[in-house]
C-alpha cells in the first residue's frame, strides 16, 4: 500500500502521479470500510479525496493553515496527517473524532462541527498573521450547502477587504445535504456550465481573484491549481467541480443518503425496505401532510437538515410549494418563520436542537418580541454520546429565558399532536416543541388539554413527602424512581408532568408545600440555567428541598450516554441515595 509510507503530508511530496491515483483509491476503500462499519459522513468525505492529497502536497502543513468546514469532510486529512490507524485497524475506529480537534494533531486548527464558519476562522487566522509579521497560507474548505449560510457571507465580504493571503476553495459538489437551495447555487451551477468563464461571477463582484478547476476529483488538475495560488498576496477563490460520494456508485446516485450514514447502510441497501415502526418523526410528517392538504396556509421549513425530521423526497414532492428549504441558514429561518406568522401563514419550522443555538437572536428579536405565532419543533433534545460539536442538551436554558416563548415537552404521542395541533391553530403565542428524543409512548387517550392556559403541570401521581417533576423526555424516569421510592421507603410520590418549560405552575408548587419535603426535576438537559433551577428558585425561600438532575455544563465529547448519567446521578438508584440522605430512613 501507497498508505504504509504516509504518515505526515511532507511524504506526500515524492510521490509520483500514479503513486497519488492508487492512494486516493486507498483512501477511499479505508472510508468506505470504516464508515459503513461505525456511521458517519459519507458522500463529503469521498468527494474531497484528492483535492485534500493536492492540498498537502502543494501545501505545507502546519505552517500554512487549512480550515475545514464543518469538518464534515476531513477524513481524509486526518488519515494524511498521522491518523491513518483510525482508519486502518478496526480496534481504532473510536479513537478519533469525526471532526477536526486540535488535541488530535497540530494539523488541526479548529474544533468544528457547524457549518460556514471556515471563512471567517480562517480570516481571524490571517490577520492575526499579518499582524505578527508572519508568512504562510490560509486556507478554507468550504462546500456542500455551507456557502447559503450567513456567517459564510460575512465572511466573504470581510475576505474580500482583506489585502492579503488568504485562499477560499469552494468545494461544488451541486449539493448541500439535499438539493441546494438559493440564487447563489444558480450562479455557482452557471460558473459550472461556462467552465468559470461566466461574467456574471458573485465571487468576482466581491472583489475576489477567481481560479476555476472543471475536473475537481483529479489530482493533477488540483495540484496544477494550488500551485497558481499558493502564496497569492491578495484573497483568492479556488471554485472546484467535484463529486459528492465519488467512487463509491450507491453514495453517487444517492447523495443524499450517503451524505450520513447509519452503520451497515451500504451492506442492507439492496435489500426490501423494513416496514418503519412509529416514531415521532413519521407522526409528525403524516400531522403536517394531513393538515396541509386542509389548510394551504401550513408551510413546512428546513434549514438544510431535511433528515433530522423525515422530510423526505417523497414528503417535500407532496407538499410541494408548502414546502421550502432555506439553506443552511437557521437566522433566517426563523425570521423568515416570523414573517409567514405575522402575515398569516402557518410556519412549521423543524430544526435540530444542536442548531437552534445558532439563531438565538431570532429567536428572541425576530420571532418573540414581536409575538409571531410560528410554530419550532426541535429535534434530538438531551443528552447524548455525540461529538462535542453535535451536542443536544443546551436548548433548554437557552430557550426557556426568552420572553414571550412558550416552549412545550410532550411526553407521549397524544400530548405531542395536542400540543403540534394547538400551535399551529393558535394565533397568540411563538411557540417551540421539544420533540420527543424517546421510543413513541402511548396512552391511547386523545389529550383534550387547553393550552391556551399557560404553565399549567398534569398530575400523573398523587402522594406526599416527595414530588418528582419529570420533564418531557424524563417523566418514565421520574415514574421509575417513584417506584424504587414505594418499594423501598414505603412513600407513595407525587409525580409531576410539567409539560411547559418556559413557565412554572406557581399555584400547583405552591399546594405541594403543603405535605411535600423533597421536590425532585428531572430534565433531559444541562442544569445551568434550565427548568430546575427555575423550580428550585420558586422554593429558595422555604423549608423545602429540591433536588436538581439533569447534565452538567459540559462539552460532553463521545461521552458513553450511561456514564454520564451515572456522573450526573441521573439513575433511580442513585437519586434513591441522595433521598435517603435526607430522609436517613434505611440502610442501603
Request: aromatic content about 8%; overall charge negative.
Amino acid at each position: 500500500m501507497i498508505l504504509d509510507k504516509i504518515n505526515e503530508p511532507k511524504d506526500l511530496k515524492n510521490l509520483s502521479d500514479k503513486e497519488m491515483e492508487n492512494l486516493s483509491s486507498e483512501i477511499r476503500e479505508l472510508i468506505i470500510k470504516k464508515v459503513n462499519e461505525i456511521g458517519g459522513h459519507m458522500g463529503p468525505n469521498l468527494g474531497i479525496v484528492e483535492a485534500t492529497i493536492a492540498l498537502h502536497r502543494v501545501f505545507n502543513s502546519p505552517v500554512d493553515k487549512i480550515v475545514f468546514d464543518v469538518s464534515h469532510q476531513c477524513y481524509p486529512h486526518k488519515i494524511l496527517t498521522g491518523r491513518k490507524k483510525g482508519f486502518i485497524d478496526p480496534a481504532e475506529y473510536y479513537t478519533y473524532t469525526g471532526y477536526t480537534a486540535p488535541e488530535e494533531s497540530e494539523h488541526d486548527i479548529f474544533k468544528i462541527g457547524h457549518t460556514s464558519t471556515s471563512i471567517s476562522l480562517a480570516v481571524g487566522l490571517a490577520k492575526a498573521r499579518d499582524l505578527k509579521n508572519e508568512k504562510g497560507n490560509i486556507i478554507a474548505l468550504i462546500g456542500d450547502g455551507s456557502l447559503s449560510g450567513g456567517e459564510a457571507f460575512e465572511g466573504l465580504d470581510c475576505a474580500a477587504d482583506l489585502n492579503s493571503n488568504i485562499i477560499i476553495i469552494v468545494n461544488d459538489n451541486d449539493m448541500s445535504i439535499a438539493e441546494n437551495s438559493g440564487g447563489l447555487y444558480k450562479n455557482l451551477k452557471l460558473l459550472r456550465e461556462t467552465k468559470g468563464e461566466s461574467e456574471l461571477n458573485f465571487f468576482k463582484a466581491l472583489g475576489f481573484d477567481y481560479l476555476y478547476v472543471d475536473k475537481g476529483n483529479c489530482i493533477e488538475k488540483l495540484i496544477e491549481a494550488f500551485k497558481k495560488v499558493k502564496d497569492i498576496n491578495h484573497p483568492t477563490i479556488v471554485h472546484i467541480n467535484t463529486l459528492k460520494g465519488c467512487g463509491l456508485k450507491e453514495a453517487e446516485e444517492n447523495k443524499e443518503t450517503f451524505h450520513w450514514i447509519v452503520p451497515h447502510t451500504l451492506d442492507n441497501f439492496y435489500n426490501s425496505p423494513t416496514v418503519e415502526k412509529e416514531n415521532y418523526t413519521n407522526i409528525t410528517t403524516d400531522y403536517i401532510l394531513r393538515e396541509a392538504k386542509k389548510d394551504s396556509a401550513i408551510v413546512a421549513i428546513t434549514p438544510a437538515t431535511p433528515g433530522v425530521s423525515g422530510f423526505n423526497k417523497k414528503f417535500r414532492e407532496t407538499l410541494k410549494n408548502q414546502y421550502v428549504d432555506t439553506g443552511i441558514t437557521e437566522q433566517h429561518a426563523v425570521a423568515f418563520a416570523s414573517g409567514l406568522a405575522k402575515n398569516g401563514a402557518k410556519p412549521i419550522l423543524a430544526v435540530m436542537s444542536s442548531f437552534i443555538q445558532r439563531a438565538y437572536d431570532q429567536l428572541s428579536q425576530d420571532l418573540c418580541l414581536n409575538n409571531s405565532p410560528a410554530t419550532i419543533l426541535v429535534y434530538w433534545g438531551g443528552l447524548t454520546n455525540a461529538d462535542a460539536t453535535h451536542l443536544t442538551c443546551f436548548d433548554i436554558p437557552l430557550m426557556m429565558n426568552i420572553p414571550n416563548l412558550v416552549y412545550l415537552a410532550p411526553t407521549n404521542k397524544e400530548e405531542y399532536l395536542a400540543m403540534l395541533d394547538w400551535s399551529v391553530k393558535q394565533n397568540k403565542y411563538s411557540t417551540a416543541i421539544r420533540v420527543p428524543n424517546i421510543d413513541v409512548i402511548s396512552s391511547g387517550i386523545e389529550d383534550k388539554t387547553n393550552y391556551s392556559i399557560l404553565n399549567k403541570y398534569k398530575i400523573e401521581q398523587k402522594g406526599s413527602e416527595i414530588a418528582i417533576l419529570g420533564l418531557g423526555n424524563f417523566l418514565p424516569l421520574a415514574k421509575k424512581t417513584a417506584q424504587k421510592i414505594k418499594e423501598i421507603f414505603n412513600i407513595t410520590s407525587t409525580v409531576i408532568n410539567p409539560r411547559f418549560i418556559t413557565g412554572l405552575d406557581e399555584e400547583l408548587l405552591e399546594e405541594l408545600k403543603k405535605e411535600h419535603k423533597i421536590i425532585i426535576t428531572l430534565e433531559d438537559g444541562v442544569l445551568s440555567g434550565g427548568f430546575g433551577e427555575k423550580i428550585a428558585s420558586f422554593y429558595g425561600s422555604s423549608n423545602v428541598k429540591v433536588l436538581n438532575y439533569g447534565g452538567k455544563k459540559e462539552f460532553y465529547d463521545r461521552v458513553p450516554l450511561d456514564e454520564i448519567y451515572k456522573v450526573c446521578r441521573l439513575k433511580e438508584n442513585l437519586i434513591i441515595e441522595d433521598i435517603n440522605k435526607v430522609f436517613n430512613l434505611v440502610k442501603l
